[in-house]
């Protein structure tokens, strides 16, 4: 119940902080740029703010606020299957972190995607008015940071009213098979990045603890014995009880940052991936994960498959620093391992 709790809560906050970056990242990974260089991300979030207004960085948050019960699901996976991994391989196990993390993916990820689509999509939507030819040759106007007129995918053919339109749009549309668009492509880039960001995560946690207790400290049941010298006087035990120094608090936002950015690298390209499929719609221009692949270095070039990295790493990192913040203080505080 305490991880269910505390996940839910860390991932409210921290998805709340750092949406803006996120729609600036889906924004750069499904559109074609004017000069064919994408704009810094900073440029595009004031551009958006300019040209749609600040709610618009928040487009799609509704899906993010209402998605507690999968961040739950994914703290309880990830706890129930590392202490599996404990028991079977022993504590700090490497294995165990690697193995935990697609676990804690799989466990979240029947309501994830569905979330995700319906995300992506509005964040994609331009703000444009309900006459958007004009809107949008005004806003293919726009000059070094224009986004061209016309995008890759359909997302703007049909517009959205909130998070829930857009559910029950894509639903009677596309049907249940329009929510888990990019299904498999979803797996594939959060199942290697919870595999590498929780191997990294933990592997750096655990050597700053050894870091702050060079030797091992000695068991109450090591120094708990007296021993009497030959007056008869008790002799102070060789190795007093020493005991563990905890990690400090900030350690949990510096081994998340760290390890959040090195995961969002490793997986950038699959991401690319997954939201231009997800954002598609009833267009078909991708068959899949492949054929997008193939068609994203054909016509846009191979250093396209890294487009939008730098919002990637700029969302991830402080998102995920948050999140295992939040989620280590709620459950130290509610004594979860205890």
Not at 126 to 143: E, R, V, Y
Not at 322 to 328: I, R
């Amino acid at each position: 119940m305490t991880s269910l709790v505390a996940g839910a809560s860390a991932g409210i906050i921290s998805d709340g902080v750092t949406h803006p970056i996120s729609t600036a990242k889906s924004r750069l990974q499904v559109s074609t740029f004017a000069g064919g260089r994408p704009p810094s991300t900073t440029a595009l979030i004031l551009r958006i703010i300019r040209e749609e207004g600040w709610t618009r960085l928040y487009a799609g948050f509704g899906t993010v606020a209402v998605a507690a019960p999968a961040r739950a699901l994914y703290f309880a996976g990830y706890e129930f299957s590392k202490r599996q991994g404990d028991k079977l391989l022993g504590p700090n196990h490497p294995a165990t972190a690697f193995l935990s993390g697609p676990i804690a993916q799989l466990s979240g990820s029947l309501l994830w995607v569905p979330m995700d689509v319906v995300k992506e999509r509005l964040q994609v939507q331009k703000n444009l008015p309900k006459n958007s030819a004009a809107g949008a040759a005004a806003t293919s106007a726009s000059p070094a940071v224009a986004i061209a007129a016309t995008p890759p995918t359909d997302h703007s053919s049909t517009r959205f009213r909130g998070s829930l339109h857009a559910a029950v749009t894509i639903l009677k549309q596309e049907g249940i098979r329009g929510w888990y668009r990019g299904y498999i492509a979803h797996q594939l880039v959060w199942g290697p990045f919870n595999a590498v960001y929780f191997t990294g995560y933990e592997t750096l946690k655990h050597q700053w603890t050894r870091f702050l207790n060079p030797t091992p400290p000695h068991t109450h049941a090591e120094s708990s014995g007296v021993t009497f010298g030959s007056d008869g006087s008790p002799v102070q035990p060789l190795h007093p009880p020493q005991e563990v120094v905890p990690l400090p608090n900030y350690a949990f936002p510096v081994c998340g940052a760290i390890s959040g950015c090195l995961a969002a690298a490793a997986t950038a390209p699959i991401d690319l991936i997954k939201v231009r499929l997800q954002t598609q719609g009833l267009s078909g221009k991708y068959s899949g994960a492949f054929d997008c692949a193939i068609k994203i270095i054909r016509h846009e070039g191979a250093l396209s498959m890294m487009q939008g990295l730098g919002a990637r790493c700029l969302w991830l990192s402080p998102n995920i620093a948050l999140t295992m913040t939040t989620y280590e203080l709620i459950k130290n505080y509610m004594n979860l391992d205890s």
